[in-house]
C-alpha cells in the first residue's frame, strides 16, 4: 500500500494495515492539527508514518525531545481548543506523568488522545509495566483495541470522548496489536484545513486561571469535576458498544471477561475447544463498567479473567463481586490461573482454563507448534552491533585505555543507557554494569562517584542526551562528581528506526532546522573538559580515555560519526584479508567482534557484504592481515 492513501483513501475502501497504521488513519479521520512524540517501540512506525504524510494531512508534527515535552504540546494545543494526539511506549508515560497526571485536573477543550503501547515480555522494553495503571491513578478513561479496525476506530471516537468530557483519553495498545496486520475499512475524514500560512490549523485560548493553573485555590475544584466527569463516564462504559458479550454458552455456567489482544486468544480457545463459557469483551475499561458486568456475572458459578499484564480487570471484578454480593468464583492471575507476568498466547490462556474445566486433553492441542518448531529450526542470532557501528571503536578503545592504565576490569563500573549502545554489555566488551531508564547513565555515574573508589564510565545517545541527559550533567558540574561521560553521537534516533533528534539539522517533518551543539551544551552545563573525536580513530579514542580517567572532574567524550544505517552514506570498499600476514592472534575475531568477521575452518573470512570499510580491524591487527579494500 502507498502509505499517502491513508490520507486519500475514502470512506468505504478498505486496506490491509498495520496496527500502527490503523492508528495514524484514525488520527486523520479525526481531523487532529497536532501531533507529537518521542520514538519508542513499539509506537515507533506512528512517528515514522505521521513525519511523512503530516503536511499531506494538514497536521504539524514534531519529534519532541522527550514524552514529557510531547505530552505539553499535545495538551497546550488541546487547551487551545484544537485537536491533538501524542503517543509513546509504555515506559514514556513515566517520563510524561507529571503533566499528564495535571493535564486530567485542568482538562481539555479540543479533543487529546494519549496513545500508550504495552509492551508484554519485554521485547524492546526494560520492563512490562501496565498503562492502564496510569488511567486510574489519573482518573483518565481508558479504551484498548483487539484488532486494527479497532485501533483505527477507537482512536477516532477517543477525541468524540476526550471532547465530550473535556478530558484527554488513552487508547492502550499493546506490542501484537500494534505491529498486527489487518483489513481495515476507513471512515470519512473530518476537515482540518489551515485557517493561516501554515499548513495546519491554528486555535485560541481562552485565559481561565480557574481552570488552566492548579494552584491550591483552584485544584480541589478541579478534582471534584474530574470525579464527576469520571462518574458520568461510566454510564457510558455500561452501555458502550466497545463493551460487548459473545455469546458461546447454553446454560451460563463458565463465563470470561477480557481485553485487548488477550481477548483474542480466549476467544479462539474458547471457540477451538466448543467450550461452554460466554465472553464479555471490554474495549472500554476504564472507568470500570461495573454494572455491566455485575450483569454478566449474575447467572455464572465462575469466571475467568484474561488480561496482560497486571490483575487490574480482575481487581476490579472481584470489587465487583464484592459490592453486589454476587455468588460466583473469580479465576484469574491472582488465583494462579494465570501468569502474572508477561504476553499471553492461545496455550497460555487454555491452560489457565483447563486448571478449572479439565476438558479433553486430546483436543488442548498446542497452538504454537508450528512456530515453536519454527523457532527451533532457524539458527539463533544474538543481536550485535552493526558491522562499521561507531559504537563497536569506542567501546574497544575504552578496554584498550582501561588495560594501558593497569586497571582491572572490576576496577571500572560502567553506566549504561537505552539505545543500541545497550549491546555493550555482550563480550568481548563487557561494558554494561548498571542500568535504569532514558538518561540514568548520567545521574548514575553522580551517584557511583560519591559511593565508591572505582572508576566511573558513563554511555548515553544523542537523542538519548537530548531526552534526559543534560538535567543530570548539571547535577554532575555543581556537585563536583568524578566520573567519564561518553556521549554517543550517531547523528539519528537509530534503534527505533533513524529518527531526527536535535542534534541533526533536521525535523520531524523534513525541514531545515537549528542543529543543537552537544559540545557547546556541554560547556554550557560547565563542563573542563570536552573532547569530539572521531570513534574510528582508535589512537586518539584511548589517548582521549586516559586523558579523561585521570581527571578528577566530569569529563566528556563525543564520538562523533554517523549511523552506519542513515540512508545514503558513502560505503568504503570492504576490508581485505591477506592471509600471509596473518599469525592466527584471533584478537580481531575475539576482541573486536565485528559480525563481518569470522573465522571459518581456521580461517580469517570478511564477509564483504557486510564490511562497510569502517577500517577498524586495520588499526586492531598489528600485522597488516587486514588491509583497505580499493575502489
Not at 77 to 104: E, I
Not at 280 to 305: N, Q
Not at 409 to 438: K, Q, R
Request: hydrophobic content about 40%; charged content about 25%.
Amino acid at each position: 500500500m502507498n502509505l499517502k492513501e491513508l490520507v486519500t483513501g475514502v470512506q468505504g475502501e478498505k486496506q490491509f494495515l498495520l496496527g500502527n497504521e490503523a492508528a495514524v488513519r484514525g488520527v486523520i479521520e479525526a481531523g487532529v492539527s497536532i501531533a507529537a512524540t518521542y520514538p519508542g517501540t513499539p509506537s515507533s512506525e506512528i512517528g515514522n508514518v505521521l513525519s511523512l504524510l503530516a503536511k499531506e494531512a494538514n497536521i504539524y508534527f514534531e519529534f519532541s525531545t522527550n514524552e514529557k515535552v510531547a505530552m505539553e504540546v499535545a495538551a497546550t494545543a488541546a487547551a487551545s481548543g484544537l485537536r491533538s494526539f501524542t503517543f509513546m511506549k509504555h515506559v514514556g508515560m513515566n517520563v510524561a506523568s507529571d503533566s499528564f497526571m495535571t493535564t486530567a485536573y485542568s482538562g481539555v477543550k479540543g479533543g487529546m488522545v494519549i496513545l500508550s503501547a504495552d509492551d508484554p515480555s519485554l521485547f524492546s522494553s526494560q520492563n512490562e509495566q501496565d498503562t492502564r495503571n496510569y488511567a486510574r491513578l489519573a482518573n483518565v478513561p481508558v479504551l484498548e483495541p483487539s484488532n486494527c479496525q479497532e485501533v483505527k476506530d477507537m482512536v477516532k471516537y477517543a477525541f468524540e470522548l476526550s471532547e465530550q468530557f473535556g478530558l484527554p483519553v488513552i487508547v492502550r495498545t499493546t506490542t501484537r496489536v500494534s505491529h498486527m496486520r489487518g483489513v481495515v475499512e476507513f471512515g470519512d475524514i473530518k476537515d482540518n484545513s489551515s485557517n493561516n500560512d501554515n499548513h495546519w490549523k491554528r486555535g485560541h485560548f481562552d485565559k481561565d486561571p480557574s481552570k488552566f493553573v492548579p494552584v491550591p485555590a483552584f485544584a480541589g475544584d478541579m478534582h471534584v469535576r474530574l470525579w464527576d466527569k469520571i462518574h458520568k463516564i461510566e454510564e457510558i462504559t455500561n452501555k458502550s458498544d466497545l463493551n460487548t458479550e459473545i455469546e458461546f454458552s447454553s446454560d451460563k455456567k463458565y463465563g470470561v471477561i477480557a481485553s485487548s489482544s488477550a481477548y483474542n486468544y480466549a476467544h479462539d480457545v474458547v471457540k477451538f475447544n466448543g467450550l461452554d463459557a460466554d465472553i464479555l469483551k471490554l474495549g472500554f475499561s476504564y472507568p470500570f463498567p461495573r454494572e455491566k458486568v455485575a450483569e454478566f456475572l449474575s447467572d455464572l458459578d465462575e469466571v475467568f479473567i484474561v488480561e496482560e499484564v497486571d490483575p487490574i480487570m480482575e481487581r476490579d471484578t472481584l470489587a465487583t463481586v464484592g459490592a453486589k454480593n454476587l455468588d460466583v468464583i473469580v479465576h484469574g492471575k491472582l488465583d494462579g490461573t494465570f501468569p502474572l507476568y508477561h504476553e499471553f498466547n492461545s496455550d497460555v490462556v487454555a491452560d489457565g482454563f483447563n486448571k478449572v474445566l479439565n476438558f479433553k486433553e486430546d483436543k488442548l492441542t498446542s497452538y504454537s507448534s508450528s512456530l515453536e518448531k519454527l523457532s527451533e529450526d532457524i539458527p539463533s542470532r544474538a543481536p550485535v552491533l552493526c558491522a562499521g557501528c561507531p559504537h563497536r571503536a569506542m567501546y574497544y578503545g575504552i578496554n584498550k585505555a582501561i588495560e594501558e592504565l593497569g586497571l582491572k576490569a572490576e576496577d571500572v563500573v560502567f553506566a549504561s543507557d537505552i539505545g543500541c549502545y545497550t549491546l555493550g554489555i555482550n563480550p568481548p566488551y563487557n561494558a554494561a554494569d548498571y542500568l535504569l531508564s532514558m538518561g540514568s547513565s548520567v545521574g548514575d555515574g553522580c551517584g557511583f562517584s560519591v559511593s565508591t573508589d572505582q572508576k566511573v564510565a558513563s554511555f548515553i545517545g544523542d537523542s538519548t542526551f537530548f531526552h534526559s541527559g543534560v538535567s543530570p550533567l548539571i547535577n554532575a558540574v555543581h556537585n563536583k562528581h568524578n566520573f567519564v561521560l561518553t556521549v554517543l553521537d550517531n547523528r539519528i534516533t537509530a534503534m527505533t528506526g533513524g529518527q531526527p533528534n536535535p542534534g541533526i539539522p533536521v525535523d520531524g517533518m523534513g525541514d531545515d532546522a537549528p542543529e543543537v551543539s552537544i559540545r557547546k551544551l556541554a560547556l554550557a552545563c560547565g563542563c573542563d573538559y570536552v573532547r569530539v573525536i572521531n570513534p574510528f580513530n582508535l589512537e586518539q579514542v584511548v589517548k582521549t580515555y586516559k586523558e579523561a580517567f585521570e581527571r578528577d572532574d566530569t569529563a566528556v567524550i563525543i564520538s562523533k560519526a554517523p549511523c552506519t544505517l542513515i540512508k545514503g552514506l558513502a560505503k568504503k570498499p570492504p576490508v581485505k584479508f591477506i592471509e600471509s600476514n596473518c599469525n592466527y592472534c584471533d584478537k580481531c575475531v575475539n576482541e573486536l567482534a565485528c559480525p563481518a568477521i569470522s573465522k571459518i575452518d581456521g580461517k580469517i573470512t570478511i564477509d564483504e557484504a557486510q564490511c562497510d570499510g569502517c577500517n577498524v580491524c586495520i588499526q586492531v591487527c598489528k600485522y597488516g592481515a587486514l588491509q583497505a579494500g580499493r575502489e
